[in-house]
C-alpha cells in the first residue's frame, strides 16, 4: 500500500514542504504527482515524483481518495484490493471550500471515495490518519483535535484550525512546523 499525494500547490512553500516531508516519514512509499516546475528536485529526495495526476498513473479502481465531502468514512476493510490511498496536496483555508471534490475527485469516476471525518485535517494528519486505519484502528478511536494554539510568548498565539491527531494525550504536529511560525 503507498501513499499518494496528488500536489495542488503551485508553489513548493516552507509550509507545505514541512507537511510533505512528514508524509514520507509516515508512509513507507510514497508518490507525489501532478509535480511541475521547481518542486520536482525537492519532493525526488523524499518520494517518487510524477508530472502526470494520479488518474494516469494509476488504475482508478484500486484507488482509495480521501475527501472531507465523501460519504462513507475510511476503514481497514477499504485497502483490501487498492494499491494506494490518494491525499490532496491542499494547504488548507480556514473555511474548506470543497477542493478536494473539484480538484482530485472529480478526475476519478470509479474510484472509492471516502472520508476520514468531519474536521479540515492537515494533509500530514490525514496521512497518519490513513495509515492508522490502514493498521486496523477504527476511526472512531482515533483522537482529534478540533484546533491548535500555538503559543509564541505571552502576548503572542497562533491558531490553526486544523485538526491533528492525539496520540497518548499528544498532539502530532508537522515537525519544524512550530519553529516555522515562530
Not at 515524483?49 to 494509476?58: H, I
Not at 484500486?62 to 475527501?67: Q, S, T, V
Not at 490532496?88 to 482530485?104: D, F, H, N, V, Y
Amino acid at each position: 500500500m503507498q501513499l499518494v499525494i496528488e500536489n495542488c500547490e503551485e508553489q513548493l512553500s516552507e509550509w507545505l514542504w514541512l507537511e510533505y516531508k512528514h508524509c514520507a516519514d509516515i508512509w513507507e512509499s510514497i508518490t507525489f504527482t501532478n509535480v511541475r516546475g521547481k518542486m520536482k528536485q525537492r519532493l525526488a529526495a523524499i518520494g517518487e515524483v510524477a508530472e502526470e495526476s494520479f488518474e494516469k498513473l494509476f488504475e482508478v479502481e484500486k484507488l482509495i481518495i480521501l475527501d472531507p465531502l465523501g460519504k462513507e468514512e475510511l476503514k481497514t476493510s477499504d485497502f483490501a484490493g487498492s494499491d494506494a490511498v490518494v491525499v490532496g496536496g491542499i494547504l488548507g483555508c480556514e473555511i474548506p471550500k470543497g477542493r478536494t471534490s473539484e480538484l482530485i475527485t472529480a478526475k476519478a469516476e470509479g474510484t472509492k471515495v471516502r472520508n476520514i471525518g468531519k474536521r479540515q485535517l492537515t494533509i500530514d494528519s490525514a496521512a497518519l490518519v490513513a495509515k492508522l486505519i490502514y493498521l486496523g484502528a477504527a476511526l472512531e478511536d482515533i483522537e482529534i483535535t478540533k484546533q491548535l494554539e500555538v503559543v509564541h510568548s505571552e502576548n503572542e498565539r497562533t491558531v490553526l484550525p486544523y485538526g491533528y491527531v492525539v496520540i497518548e494525550n499528544k498532539a502530532i504536529i508537522t515537525p519544524g512546523l512550530i519553529d516555522y511560525l515562530k
